[in-house]
């Protein structure tokens, strides 16, 4: 249940958590009263999850959430690259400050497919400390190495 709710949040783009998740606080954010709502649907489940679970095995931790919204990312980006084979690739890339006022970059592939079709896949947003150019290269260059996309097929950048 809690990778089915982290998968879904995630596609949809749904925000976890709230500014207030204390025992007395009447909406605990997104994750955790989808948590409880599974729970008042089924025994079972309502028998094992929140302050039911052993304290090491709840899952409701941010660091868990990230964990397997890495995994599920992980899984995606090598889909990814399983399309786009040996194909030559053009990159998108953008850097802005998060909410947080971190900067990040994501990263954008776009290709052309077995069929002729252009593909565009967003791949991965990536923190950086600084977005001059040369930062910006070295983390393009680490993000594809890492899944195994060639920078000489790289035939244009945005």
Known sequence: MTIATVKYFGKEGVPFRSHD?????SSKGHFIEII???AGLNEEIAKVVLENAPKHAMYIAPSIQKEILEIIAAK????????????????LVDESLDVSHKEQMTIIIRFVDEGGFVQERYFKIVSV???????LK????LVLSANKLQVQNIRGQG
Request: charged letters at 30%; one cysteine or more; a positive charge.
């Open 129 to 135: 400390k600084d977005t001059t150019s040369l930062n």
């Open 36 to 38: 409880k709502s599974y």
């Open 76 to 91: 995606i980006r090598n889909k990814i690259r399983g399309e786009t084979g040996d194909a030559k690739l053009c990159i």
């Open 21 to 25: 998740e204390s025992l007395n606080s």
């Open 138 to 141: 070295k983390h393009i260059c």
